[in-house]
Antibody, heavy 120, light 107 residues
Framework: QVQLVQSGAEVEKPGASVKVSCEAS????????IHWVRQAPGQGLEWVGI????????SYAQKFQGRVTMTRDVSASTVFMDLSSLRSEDTAVYYC?????????????WGQGTMLTVSS | EIVLTQSPGTLSLSPGERATLSCRASQSVSSSSLAWYQQKPGQAPRLLIY???SRATGIPDRFSGSGSRTDFTLTISRLEPEDFAVYYC????????FGQGTKVEIK
C-alpha cells in the first residue's frame, strides 16, 4: 500500500525544537520529492519547504529560513522535519506530501498529519 | 510570492446543485500550474485537479477544472453528500502557495 506515515503528536515548550518524521511505504522514497505543509487550527494550508530524498537538497519558504531543517534517511525510507525556536504560532498540524512529478507539480499523496502544540 | 484569492469564502448549496469555485492569482501562473484539493474535517487534503484541468486518479468526472493565467475555476456539476468540504487551490509555477479555501456547506 502506497502511503506516508507520520510520527505522533508532540507537545513542546516555547523555545524548544521538534523533529517530525514521515515514512514512505509502497514506493521508492528517492523517486519523488517530499514537501512539508502546515495548517494552524481552523486555518488554511501553508507551504513550509521541500526536500529531494535522492540527494538531500532542500528549499524552504522564506518565513521558515533559519528555523527549519529537512533531512532524510534513505535506508529507512524516512524524511524528517526539524523546527527550532518554537513559538505558540507554530501550533499546527504538519503534513508531509509527495510531489507527483519530477519538476514543479502538485501533491498526490499526503501523510496523516502530526499535531504540534507549543505551550508553556 | 504569488497570492491566491479564493471566492466565495463559503458556498451554501443543496445536494444535486452545481458548485462553482473561483481562484484568482496575483500574477500569471505559468504553464497552468494550478491544482485543487478537497479537505474534510480531521483529514489530510486530497488532490482533485492538477494542471488546471486534469483530474487526479480516481476523481469522479463531476469535478472539473478550467482557467488560465490568473483566473481559475473548480466546478462540481452535481453535489453529492460527500462533496461538502473545504476546497483549496494551489499554484506550483513559482514556488508553492495555497489559497485561503472555500467551504462548501449544506444549505
Amino acid at each position: 500500500q502506497v502511503q506516508l506515515v507520520q510520527s505522533g503528536a508532540e507537545v513542546e515548550k516555547p523555545g524548544a525544537s521538534v523533529k517530525v518524521s514521515c515514512e514512505a511505504s509502497g514506493y521508492t522514497l528517492t523517486n519523488y520529492f517530499i514537501h512539508w505543509v502546515r495548517q494552524a487550527p481552523g486555518q488554511g494550508l501553508e507551504w513550509v519547504g521541500i526536500i529531494n530524498p535522492s540527494d538531500g537538497r532542500t528549499s524552504y519558504a522564506q518565513k521558515f529560513q533559519g528555523r527549519v531543517t529537512m533531512t532524510r534517511d534513505v535506508s529507512a525510507s524516512t524524511v524528517f522535519m526539524d523546527l527550532s525556536s518554537l513559538r505558540s504560532e507554530d501550533t499546527a498540524v504538519y503534513y508531509c506530501a509527495r510531489m507527483q512529478g519530477p519538476a514543479r507539480d502538485a501533491f498526490d499523496l499526503w501523510g496523516q498529519g502530526t499535531m504540534l502544540t507549543v505551550s508553556s | 510570492e504569488i497570492v491566491l484569492t479564493q471566492s466565495p469564502g463559503t458556498l451554501s448549496l443543496s445536494p444535486g446543485e452545481r458548485a462553482t469555485l473561483s481562484c484568482r492569482a496575483s500574477q500569471s501562473v505559468s504553464s497552468s500550474s494550478l491544482a485543487w484539493y478537497q479537505q474534510k474535517p480531521g483529514q489530510a487534503p486530497r488532490l482533485l485537479i492538477y494542471g488546471a484541468s486534469s483530474r487526479a486518479t480516481g476523481i469522479p468526472d463531476r469535478f472539473s477544472g478550467s482557467g488560465s493565467r490568473t483566473d481559475f475555476t473548480l466546478t462540481i456539476s452535481r453535489l453529492e453528500p460527500e462533496d461538502f468540504a473545504v476546497y483549496y487551490c494551489q499554484q506550483y509555477g513559482r514556488s508553492w502557495t495555497f489559497g485561503q479555501g472555500t467551504k462548501v456547506e449544506i444549505k
